[in-house]
T-cell receptor
Framework: KQEVTQIPAALSVPEGENLVLNCSFTDSAIYNLQWFRQDPGKGLTSLLLIQSSQREQTSGRLNASLDKSSGRSTLYIAASQPGDSATYLCAVLEGAQKLVFGQGTRLTINP | GAVVSQHPSWVICKSGTSVKIECRSLDFQATTMFWYRQFPKQSLMLMAT?????????EQGVEKDKFLINHASLTLSTLTVTSAHPEDSSFYIC?????????????FGDGTRLSIL
């Protein structure tokens, strides 16, 4: 059974810092991996999607990497801003064609 | 970009009431839609996969008679929570997959907060 783990569970950093969020998964047989952002009481906003054949994706200040063989992904956020405060979820699309989510990292950027 | 609309965003009702939640893909056709449930400070758990024109596939432990899913068109899936009780209170989120390929992205609605008194 696929399990997705995100570390840390919560992170608080001053504005302007670069930071890394981590995601690991137990079964490397995945179609793709997605990073989402969720604001309190809201749905999910897709940030980056990395197909299994890809190593990384970039969008603005965000960069996500994927090492499928080791079951790891990282989300790098450059020059963090208070507006980046949210919960970040990692999810893998597994062989049974289901998205399996991690527990999320609750990120707070302090002005 | 692809937009998924979920309605209503918030429902408060009495125990024993049935509640219907709609999930619409506004600018694309979605053969497959998904229903998730999220408890406070927890992650999303897949409840069921909804396929247009056929019966939904439910995850283990999800009561199909309790959570009725209908996907009658390529742009609309509905989730009906029948005879809702306080333990059904949760945040329900739908998503729609764009296209037929498995690795196509899922686009998520804004969720429905269901509170059963």
């Amino acid at each position: 059974k696929q399990e997705v783990t995100q570390i840390p569970a919560a992170l608080s950093v001053p504005e302007g810092e670069n930071l890394v969020l981590n995601c690991s998964f137990t079964d490397s047989a995945i179609y793709n991996l997605q990073w989402f952002r969720q604001d309190p009481g809201k749905g999910l906003t897709s940030l980056l999607l990395i197909q299994s054949s890809q190593r990384e994706q970039t969008s603005g200040r965000l960069n996500a990497s994927l090492d499928k063989s080791s079951g790891r992904s990282t989300l790098y956020i450059a020059a963090s801003q208070p507006g980046d405060s949210a919960t970040y979820l990692c999810a893998v699309l597994e062989g049974a064609q289901k998205l399996v989510f991690g527990q999320g990292t609750r990120l707070t950027i302090n002005p | 970009g692809a937009v998924v609309s979920q309605h209503p965003s918030w429902v408060i009702c009495k125990s024993g009431t049935s509640v219907k939640i709609e999930c619409r893909s506004l600018d694309f056709q979605a053969t497959t839609m998904f229903w998730y449930r999220q408890f406070p400070k927890q992650s999303l758990m897949l409840m069921a996969t909804s396929n247009e024109g056929s019966k939904a596939t439910y995850e283990q432990g999800v009561e199909k008679d309790k959570f009725l899913i209908n996907h009658a068109s390529l742009t609309l899936s509905t989730l009906t929570v029948t005879s809702a009780h306080p333990e059904d209170s949760s945040f329900y989120i739908c998503s729609a997959r764009e296209g037929n390929r498995v690795n196509q992205p899922q686009h998520f609605g804004d969720g429905t907060r269901l509170s059963i008194l």
